[in-house]
């Protein structure tokens, strides 16, 4: 424009359109100089001049701080939107969603992987064994085992699980006894109980039991066989005594007290966690770590069944919702740290990064200036003209 300007004003002798397009000019080049002169004014002192009210964002850093933590306090962090900002998004279902996917589970049990060592060092393994062996003492001690006992059984028996665990016991014993074989024989030779009786027939008497043992486990190993349903229907009656029973809670509740006394268990509950850190450790060193699977798996099946569950999605919102309420009473503690950072921050860095975020559009607004320049400057000729 001022180009056109210059070269317009260089005719000697200019008719119409010429005075109109340096009219154009002229006004187009003092839009344009405006608007820089503004937009300039706004992140620092155009030319470098100290004029009065110019560089107006790094002197008022502090207020634009304070204004923006004001208006993300009263106008972001009130209970009612956040409520009605968590009730829309459904977080629930978008925490399923994503924890579903193998590749975001895998994801997840890598990192907390990566976090355990440093997370079991941090723990004071003395303190919390003693805390360890209190608490769980302390909650076995509350807990009433029986009526739980008879509710997992039942759980087990409803699903046909039991049998499925039965026949794994079976399948064990009966590998334990084939590997150990000789051993018995050898056992059953050794306890001459009479001394008139030779080691041959103590050898047969062991052999027959061995050989008996197996024939019970083969019976009850059996689908439909006698001895498989007398001792199911024998499990499925202990689930209702130990659910409905007096006798049995008392002398389960007894045994469990006795046994909470056992100073060896009391031993073993505090060093529980001993054992247990030394085995992650031991597994988390490992070059293929089984926990890492362990918890993929874990994830990938919370993330299904909360997808597949809408009441525990329900909860799960509400508890989120929960805590985000009790959150927002720190608004005010938040909006002072946003005032803090941004008074730590240098002003040129600071007008910098701003008129970085704002970005082309000031461009365009030097440009539109530029253009509306021109058409005012365009009109108002036209309109001397006219008068003349």
Known sequence: MAALFVATTLVRQPGFWILLVRATAEAAVVGALADWFAITALFRHPLGLPIPHTAIVPKNKDRIGEGLAGFIEHNFLTPEIVRAKLRSIDLARLLAEWLSSPVTADAVAVRLVRMMPHLLAAVDVREFQEFIGKSLSRRLAEIELAPLLGRAIAVLTASSLHER??????????????????????????????????????????????????????????????????????????AVELETS???????????????????????????????????????????????????????????????????????????????????????????????????????????????????????????????????????????????
Request: proline share 4%; net charge positive.
């Open 165 to 238: 665990l039965l026949d794994r016991l079976l399948d064990f014993t009966r590998q334990f006894l084939e590997e150990r074989e000789d051993q018995l024989y050898a056992a059953a030779e050794a306890q001459r109980r009479r001394w008139w009786i030779p080691k041959a027939i103590n050898r047969q008497i062991g052999k027959a039991i061995v050989s008996g043992v197996n024939e019970l486990i083969a019976n009850v190993r059996a689908p439909g066989s006698p001895g498989r349903q007398s001792l199911l229907r024998a499990i499925e009656r202990l």
């Open 246 to 388: 007096p006798e049995y809670r008392a002398r389960i509740e007894d045994a469990k007290l006795r046994l909470l006394e056992d100073p060896q268990a009391k031993a073993w509950l505090s060093s529980a966690w001993g054992d247990i850190a030394h085995e992650l450790l031991a597994d988390l060193a490992a070059p293929t770590p089984q926990m890492r699977q362990t918890l993929a798996t874990a994830i990938h099946s919370l993330g299904q069944r909360l997808l597949a569950d809408p009441t525990t999605r329900a909860r799960v919102n509400r508890t989120i919702e929960a805590m985000a309420t009790e959150v927002i009473p720190w608004r005010a503690q938040l909006a002072r740290f946003i005032i803090e950072v941004v008074r730590q921050w240098d002003t040129k860095t600071f007008a910098e990064r701003l008129e970085l975020v704002v970005g082309r559009d000031l461009q365009y607004i030097r440009i539109n200036g530029t253009l509306v320049g021109g058409a005012v400057g365009c009109l108002l000729y036209l309109l001397s003209v006219a008068v003349h």
